[in-house]
């Protein structure tokens, strides 16, 4: 699986934006996709994960509330919607691909290359 996140950009504090990660192959609603993020100097989080069928997601404390994640099967995409973003936001965000749901980066063996966010104050 091939993956490739874009989408970022420079929002002001209390703004929005929304991330897509396109995937090549045709198991993409097998696997779990995940949302990290690596902050400058900081060792790459997770922000969330939703399952293959779209029911299930669950989130990092630090984005419950604000940031959301959908899939689009039909069209081998997933988004991160971010809201009232803050300036701690401020990272490069990955997605990545696992086969079952979890937090931890090990869990995920496909990535993508990253789309960088920049909230300012």
């Known amino acids: 699986v091939q993956l490739q996140a874009f989408g970022g950009g420079l929002v002001q504090a209390g703004g929005s934006l929304r991330l897509s990660c396109a995937a090549s192959?045709?198991?993409?609603?097998?696997?779990?996709m995940g949302w990290f993020r690596q902050a400058p100097g900081k060792e790459r989080e997770f922000v969330g994960a939703?399952?293959?069928?779209?029911?299930?997601?669950n989130y990092a404390d630090s984005v419950k509330g604000r940031f959301s994640i959908s899939r689009d099967n039909t069209k081998n995409t997933v988004y991160l919607q971010m809201n009232s973003l803050k300036p701690e936001d401020t990272a490069v965000y990955y997605c990545?691909?696992?086969?079952?749901?979890?937090?931890?980066?090990?869990?995920?063996?496909?990535w993508g290359q990253g789309t960088l966010v920049t909230v300012s104050s």
């Open positions: 990545a691909a696992a086969d079952l749901i979890g937090s931890s980066r090990d869990g995920y063996k496909y």
């Open positions: 939703i399952i293959g069928s779209g029911r299930t997601t």
């Open positions: 192959g045709r198991t993409f609603s097998s696997y779990v």
